[in-house]
């Protein structure tokens, strides 16, 4: 089955880490979305949230991955992702200031297309290594973005889902780092 769901962005890999930079300025003319060290702009949270890459690399990791701890992940990123994009679609509906936003699509962004790519050509401990890696900076920045919105967001609904949403990525984000000590 293709799933082509908005998807919790865990990814969150091609031009996230730029919103996620600390900045001091305070220009409101900047060309681009509002981030500031404590605060990330809805608009922002609504097109970096919905991802494809972490249940597509995820399914490839139940495929090609000789590690039933891996694996078990793998399924678990599956289940809880695809639940959060349906809650995402949910609270996007529900929101307050979104009705002008447009998520982005379901599609991969080139950055996650090119990564998608190394694992589906890597094979035994070189795949599970670059699954883990991969998504372990993509958890790093998820619950990045989650805490910053569900402290800072101004959309109600979107923040309670950034709330419920949290400890969640917070789990993943602990579960792929024991997997990286695991598998090095």
Do not use: C, R, W
Not at 23 to 32: I, L
Not at 43 to 54: G, S, Y
Not at 156 to 168: R, S
């Amino acid at each position: 089955m293709k799933t082509l769901l908005p998807l919790v962005a865990v990814a969150l890999l091609a031009g996230t880490p730029a919103a996620f930079t600390q900045s001091n300025d305070t220009n409101t003319d900047a060309v681009g979305p509002m981030v500031t060290q404590n605060k990330v702009d809805t608009q922002t949270f609504v097109t970096t949230v919905p991802n494809a890459f972490e249940i597509q690399s995820s399914k490839l990791a139940e495929e090609k991955s000789a590690s039933a701890d891996v694996k078990a992940f793998a399924a678990d990123m599956i289940k809880d992702h695809t639940k959060a994009g349906e809650d995402f679609k949910a609270a996007l509906s529900q929101g307050q200031t979104t009705a002008s936003i447009k998520p982005a699509g379901p599609g991969l962004q080139p950055k996650e297309q090119q990564m998608l790519d190394e694992l589906k050509a890597a094979s035994g401990k070189d795949f599970d290594a670059k699954y883990i890696k991969m998504q372990t900076d993509a958890h790093k920045d998820a619950v990045a973005l989650f805490s910053t919105y569900a402290n800072s967001g101004d959309d109600p609904a979107l923040k309670e889902f950034a709330k419920k949403t949290l400890p969640v990525l917070k789990m993943h984000e602990k579960h792929a780092k024991e997997l990286a000590v695991a598998h090095q």
